[in-house]
Structures are given as structure tokens and as C-alpha cells.
T-cell receptor
Framework: DGGITQSPKYLFRKEGQNVTLSCEQN?????MYWYRQDPGQGLRLIYY???????QKGDIAEGYSVSREKKESFPLTVTSAQKNPTAFYLC?????????????FGQGTRLTVV | AQSVAQPEDQVNVAEGNPLTVKCTYS??????LFWYVQYPNRGLQFLLK??????LVKGSYGFEAEFNKSQTSFHLKKPSALVSDSALYFC?????????????FGKGTMLLVSP
């Protein structure tokens, strides 16, 4: 099956810990994205990557870090500097860099700080 | 800068009736417009997009959307709603003329279809 796989589906973190969310795609897409979803706020862009070994900050990058060492993988680390990390995190990818290409989304990871 | 507004937090409609979910946008150039649907605790699924050409775009599951440049709107429509259409709907925009830009999403509209 082609698609985007996010893991784990649910993640619990203690305050002060870093956690890494996995995102893998086998669609051969160049661009990958991380969004954060909070109730009533829609989707906000954390980081995006247009190509391997390159990534850009989105609107709410503070407290997060990413890497793009392989085309198919774009892991997101939520660091202890992120003050309010409890949210639903969505990874997406799109073919090429054309603005008319739609993004395809994974099933999400729900992170809860306990 | 680009932005999207979905003025209704929730839309209620009876099964079998037509539905409309509203979206207005703002871009400095010309827009590419998208609609996505999200079911509880799931990712977003692509429904349809407007790139150019015919202002009426047809998409998945019987949905369609009408692009209106003068009103900067891209409302999602369906002639006859189903209970299974109940979900959260997101409108998104990209600026065609500003080089590389990412998708900007609205805050979402919850559609509730009653039996």
C-alpha cells in the first residue's frame, strides 16, 4: 500500500522529556510537512522540507526540530522547550514543489503530556 | 500573505437536503484552492481542488465546489447530504504567483448531518 505512516498513534510524555514522532512515506514525494492541530485552531505549520537535507521553519517552529536525511522520512522531535506540546500532530507529503499539488496526510499522532 | 476564513464553526443539515460549507480566501496573487475532510482521530483526506478553468469543480463522494473570484470564495457543496458526511471540513489555499508557498488552512467547519 502506498501512503504516509505516522507512529505511534498515541504518545504520552512526561514534562521535560523530548519525544520523536515518526513519519514515513512511500509515495516518492519530494516535499514533506508537519502540522499541529488544536481544537478550534485548524492546522498550523511547524516545519516543511522540499528536498532531502533541507527544511524550513513554519509558523510555529519554536520548541520543535526535524531532520530530512532520507527522502521517505521526516521525523519530528518535540523538545522540552515546547511549552504546550499536547496536540494532534499531522504529517503530510506532496509530489514536487508545484503549488497546484495537493498534500496527502498520515493518520496523525496524538501527543499528551502527563 | 495568504489566509483562509471559514465563517461557520458548525453547519447542521438534515439528510437528503443540500449542504454548503463556506470558505473565503485572501492571496496577493491568484489562488490554488483545496478542500479536505477529517473524520475523528484521523488524518485529512483530499476532496477536490481548483487550479484553473471551470469555476465548478467536482470531487470525491459527490462533493463539488464553486470558485468565485469576485467574491474570493470557494464554497463546498453537495446536492443531497448523507449522515456519513458528518465530519470536519477544511478549506486551504496556496498563492499561485508567489513562488514556493505552503498550504494555509482555515480553522475548519464541523458538518453535522442528522437522520
Amino acid at each position: 500500500d502506498g501512503g504516509i505512516t505516522q507512529s505511534p498513534k498515541y504518545l504520552f510524555r512526561k514534562e521535560g522529556q523530548n519525544v520523536t514522532l515518526s513519519c514515513e512515506q512511500n509515495l516518492n514525494h519530494d516535499a514533506m510537512y508537519w502540522y499541529r492541530q488544536d481544537p478550534g485552531q485548524g492546522l498550523r505549520l511547524i516545519y516543511y522540507s522540499q528536498i532531502v537535507n533541507d527544511f524550513q521553519k513554519g509558523d510555529i517552529a519554536e520548541g520543535y526540530s526535524v531532520s530530512r536525511e532520507k527522502k521517505e522520512s521526516f521525523p519530528l522531535t518535540v523538545t522540552s522547550a515546547q511549552k504546550n506540546p499536547t496536540a494532534f500532530y499531522l504529517c503530510a507529503s506532496s509530489l514536487g514543489q508545484g503549488p497546484n499539488t495537493e498534500a496527502f496526510f498520515g493518520q496523525g499522532t496524538r501527543l499528551t503530556v502527563v | 500573505a495568504q489566509s483562509v476564513a471559514q465563517p461557520e464553526d458548525q453547519v447542521n443539515v438534515a439528510e437528503g437536503n443540500p449542504l454548503t460549507v463556506k470558505c473565503t480566501y485572501s492571496v496577493s496573487g491568484n489562488p490554488y484552492l483545496f478542500w479536505y475532510v477529517q473524520y475523528p482521530n484521523r488524518g485529512l483526506q483530499f476532496l477536490l481542488k481548483y487550479i484553473t478553468g471551470d469555476n465548478l469543480v467536482k470531487g470525491s463522494y459527490g462533493f463539488e465546489a464553486e470558485f468565485n473570484k469576485s467574491q474570493t470564495s470557494f464554497h463546498l457543496k453537495k446536492p443531497s447530504a448523507l449522515v456519513s458526511d458528518s465530519a470536519l471540513y477544511f478549506c486551504a489555499v496556496r498563492d499561485k504567483d508567489s513562488g514556493y508557498s505552503t498550504l494555509t488552512f482555515g480553522k475548519g467547519t464541523m458538518l453535522l448531518v442528522s437522520p
